[in-house]
């Protein structure tokens, strides 16, 4: 069975564009998560979606936005961009996102401001 | 708020020499504490849950125990293919995010 699978898998952005990340989850998963992953850190979290619905949000600032479609998969989209916000973009997802599921992570979107 | 503290940062081993690694947790009702592997340039995988303080899980050079405070992530005669970066994370009540330590870099050389 496929994992989580994301694209593109690298991007090169300026500041001030605006970015769309893609996740498609695994098989039978409803729910995914975002993080962001700058080097030599662990992931830090941004969004987690469940049939659709925004579960969770962590401190993120607003240029940060995200959505999931009826098919389960999930755009993650981010405004006016930021050297700052170059870094690996990680999606995950678990059967139900209950909080003691494991979550499952894609190889995420290595994303460069410059 | 949630904070996990992983150490050591970095963890050089010769091939076969057994070590631990630690992961340190501050969290309101612990739902769940995870372990994952994570290698260069790819997502971290999953490695074991733990839900509750004395629990264990094996797979094989890979043992994690968990203690109200902390969890361990023993390697037994660790391989080459063992070198990875290894991360820890929690989970509290009604939180659905999952909470990371920085990580620690294991180098095995043979």
């Known amino acids: 069975d496929a994992g989580v699978t994301q694209s593109p898998t690298h991007l090169i952005k300026t500041r001030g564009q605006h970015v769309t990340l893609r996740c498609s989850p695994i098989?039978?998963?409803?729910?995914v998560s975002w993080y962001q992953q700058v080097l030599g850190q662990g992931p830090q979290f941004i969004f987690q979606?469940?049939?659709?619905?925004?579960?969770g949000r962590g401190n993120f600032p607003d240029r940060f936005s995200a959505r999931q479609f009826p098919n389960y998969s999930s755009e993650l989209n981010v405004n006016a961009l930021l050297l700052g916000d170059s870094a690996l973009y990680l999606c995950?997802?678990?059967?139900?996102?209950?909080?003691?599921?494991?979550?499952?992570f894609g190889d995420g979107t290595r994303l460069s401001i410059l | 708020e949630d904070q996990v503290t992983q150490s050591p940062e970095a963890l050089r081993l010769q091939e076969g020499e057994s070590s631990s690694l630690n992961c340190s947790y501050t969290?309101?009702?612990?739902?769940?504490l995870f372990w994952y592997r994570q290698d260069p340039g790819k997502g971290p995988e999953f490695l074991f849950t733990?839900?509750?303080a004395g629990e264990e899980k094996e797979k094989e050079r890979l043992k994690a125990t968990l203690t109200k405070k902390e969890s361990f992530l023993h390697i037994t005669a660790p391989k080459p293919e063992d070198s990875a970066t290894y991360l820890c994370?929690?989970?509290?009540?009604?939180?659905?995010?999952?909470?990371f330590g920085a990580g620690t870099t294991v180098t095995v050389r043979a």
């Open positions: 995950a997802s678990s059967q139900q996102g209950d909080v003691a599921e494991p979550q499952h």
């Open positions: 098989s039978g998963h409803k729910s």
């Open positions: 979606y469940y049939e659709k619905e925004e579960r």
């Open positions: 969290v309101s009702g612990l739902r769940g």
């Open positions: 733990l839900y509750s």
């Open positions: 994370a929690v989970r509290g009540s009604n939180d659905y995010k999952l909470s």
